[in-house]
């Protein structure tokens, strides 16, 4: 019943801007962290931001000064703007709830992924 719903990827020029937006659906009382991963082609999923749901934020080196995550506790949504957009930036990102409470259970859900393309 519960599902992550991405939107806001795409394709972009090198230096512009983008915004994801993740959305939480089903019963979900409360998540502890909301964040957003990241794989590129042949690389290995890595971390881009994460955000407790006391507003405390963390980043990869990469991407600090240029990403600003933050989220509404709720509507159990995140988001991820994103400038000064760079080639390297292009991957699949994913969206991830850890520490979910559904029916009083804790849980780790994760999105299917949107496409995010820089072009130089």
């Known amino acids: 019943q519960v599902q992550l719903v991405e939107s806001g990827g795409g394709l972009v020029q090198a230096g512009g801007s983008l915004r994801l937006s993740c959305a939480a659906s089903?019963?979900?009382?409360?998540?502890?962290?909301m964040g957003w991963y990241r794989q590129a082609p042949g690389k290995q999923r890595e971390l881009v931001a994460t955000?407790?749901?006391?507003?405390?934020?963390n980043y990869a080196d990469s991407v600090k000064g240029r990403f600003t995550i933050s989220r509404d506790n709720a509507k159990n949504t995140v988001y991820l703007q994103m400038n000064s957009l760079k080639p390297e930036d292009t991957a699949v990102y994913y969206c991830?709830?850890?520490?979910?409470?559904?029916?009083?259970?804790?849980?780790?859900?994760w999105g299917q992924g949107t496409q995010v393309t820089v072009s130089s």
């Open positions: 991830n709830a850890n520490g979910a409470w559904v029916r009083g259970v804790l849980y780790d859900y």
């Open positions: 089903g019963s979900i009382f409360s998540i502890n962290i």
């Open positions: 955000i407790t749901s006391g507003g405390s934020t």
